[in-house]
């Protein structure tokens, strides 16, 4: 089972900051297989990128990631309002798929 | 509006059984494998199970195999998941989730539609 790692476990930054976000894997990702969801309190997750670096669709270009085989990072260039929320990671490459503990990013 | 919609959670008793079931609607069911994920209070995601478009494969995490089952009807744009023997590790808050087909012909991928969850608490 792939285990995966974020850090830091909150982010606390200002709007118009950037964050940058980290998900590390205890062994490479098959096919660099890697997405980010975004969810807020009450709400179910948001697929932001797949594939490691590709958008999903509708996501505003601010997100970005980027890695491959064991480290990824997720970037959001200038923090707005509505993205202060918990971000998770998850390999889809092999079974069992896996997320990450998730990260909170908070207003500071 | 594509969307997906949970239901049959509640409070179970210890070593009873809950089933669940997911609605599809918006989009051609049957072209997609569908998965279920589920979140404990407070916690992270952890996924469960997955099932492919023609039921033809099935996968489980390790910790809900041989008491877990999902199947799905296509006729009727259905998920289901029952649970048996239920431990009180599995409260959660259990969504049903659309297998996306961002990567064409490879039965891998994220997933882009997500239901809003039904709870599953099991406690005596």
């Known amino acids: 089972e792939i285990v995966l790692t974020q850090s830091p476990g909150t982010l606390s930054l200002s709007p118009g900051e950037r964050a940058t976000l980290s998900c590390r894997a205890s062994?490479?990702?098959?096919?660099?297989?890697l997405a980010w969801y975004q969810q807020k309190p009450g709400q179910a997750p948001r697929l932001l990128i797949y594939g490691a670096s590709s958008r999903a669709t509708g996501i505003p270009d601010r997100f970005s990631g980027s890695g491959s085989g064991t480290d990824f990072t997720l970037t959001i260039s200038r923090l707005e309002p509505e993205d202060f929320a918990v971000y998770c990671c998850?390999?889809?490459?092999?079974?069992?798929?896996?997320f990450g503990q998730g990260t909170k990013v908070e207003i500071k | 509006e594509v969307q997906l919609v949970e239901s049959g959670g509640g409070l179970v008793q210890p070593g009873r059984s809950l089933g669940l079931s997911c609605a599809a609607s918006?989009?051609?069911?049957?072209?997609?494998?569908m998965h279920w994920v589920r979140q404990a209070p407070g916690k992270g995601l952890e996924w469960v199970s997955g099932i492919s478009w023609n039921s033809g494969s099935i996968v489980y995490a390790d910790s809900v195999k041989g008491r877990f089952t999902i199947s799905r009807d296509n006729a009727k744009n259905s998920l289901y998941l029952q649970m048996n023997s239920l431990i009180v590790e599995d409260t959660a808050l259990y969504y049903c989730a659309r297998r996306s087909m961002v990567h064409g012909s490879d039965t891998r991928g994220p997933f882009d539609i997500w239901g809003q969850g039904t709870m599953v608490t099991v406690s005596s």
């Open positions: 998850q390999q889809y490459g092999s079974l069992p798929r896996t």
């Open positions: 918006g989009f051609t069911f049957d072209d997609y494998a």
């Open positions: 062994q490479s990702v098959s096919s660099s297989y």
